[in-house]
């Protein structure tokens, strides 16, 4: 089980990819989900990917996947992400066992502008009642990843950024979070933190390739203001750069505004903390 790709949902994909473009992203040509209405462009690293979703079909959209709607009505941004894992019949057996609701294993497709199919997947969803924070499926490609995006020439960003690192999502109530999470990947957390920045308590899932991070808040600060605002969801995309002064200089040319505080540095509502390595993105939703 690994992270195979994050979702970030947004009104306006060709203005997303703009922004994205600006700070110092490479993106894929788009694609179309006929079957659900949909159509996206990917920021690829080496075997993960960001994926820009929008409507492309409204009509479709409201008889396939009426819960987008409700997520961009609330707001954009950090929206859900995917596991990936070659054996979806036995995750579902795994996960009936543990009490965690899912649907049937489905098939889907992503179509070139052309009509033509470009690749082929399963993928098993999560009940979203049981996987507090975010949604989640897990999935099955039926391609490689080079096969399906080519070579690792198309996956150089030029803020330097090569990976993800992490997601932290924002939850109430932390006990019952875990304990489905737990249940979900199929191991314990393995380490608490506290962010005195976040005023919250993290509690840390390490995976194959990245961490995951459930967070609550233990004072008022990001956390519980974005729980208030939002409730249970996405808060934080960390981001692993190679060159984390290029980035610095490469976001900086996205109008940048001037620091918030000591740890943020605000870039037009594109809040970013810079994190020994990495770029932890929070509140991306004001941008896109």
């Known amino acids: 089980m690994f992270l195979d790709h994050i979702l970030i949902a947004t009104n306006d994909l060709d203005q997303s990819a703009e922004i994205m ?12 989900h ?45 929206y859900m992400f995917a596991l990936g894992d070659d054996d979806l019949q036995g995750q579902s057996s795994r996960l009936a066992g543990s009490e965690i609701i899912t649907s049937d294993v489905k098939d889907s497709r992503r179509f070139n502008t052309d009509g033509t199919v470009a690749y082929e997947w399963e993928y098993l969803s999560v009940d979203p009642l049981d996987s507090p924070g975010s ?25 330097g950024i090569d990976h993800i690192s992490a997601i932290t999502l924002f939850v109430s109530n932390v006990n019952k979070s875990c304990e489905q999470w737990s249940k979900i990947l199929g191991k314990q957390y393995s380490q608490t933190i506290y962010s005195a920045d976040l005023e919250a308590q993290l509690y840390v899932y390490k995976t194959d390739n990245f961490d995951l991070e459930i967070a609550t808040a233990v004072g008022p600060g990001v956390v519980s203001n974005h729980l208030e605002k939002f409730g249970d969801s996405i808060g934080i995309l960390s981001l ?5 002064g290029n ?17 943020f540095e605000v870039y037009d509502g594109l809040i970013i903390r810079l994190d020994a390595s990495d770029v932890r993105l929070c509140d991306l939703y004001p941008i896109i």
Do not use: W
């Open 135 to 159: 949604e989640t499926f897990f999935i099955d490609h039926k391609s490689s990843f080079v096969d399906r995006y080519g070579s690792d020439l198309d996956r150089k960003h030029s803020n």
């Open 240 to 244: 692993h750069s190679n060159d984390l």
């Open 34 to 78: 006929r079957d659900r209405g949909t159509a996206n462009r990917l920021i690829l690293f080496d075997g993960t990917y960001l994926e820009l979703i929008g409507v492309n079909d409204l009509e479709t959209v409201k008889s396939n996947r009426a819960d987008f709607l409700q997520f961009l009505d609330r707001k954009q941004g950090l």
């Open 247 to 263: 980035t610095t200089k490469v976001l900086s040319k996205y109008k940048s505004i001037g620091q918030q505080d000591p740890i």
């Open 21 to 32: 473009k600006d700070i110092g992203f490479e993106l894929t040509a788009q694609g179309v």
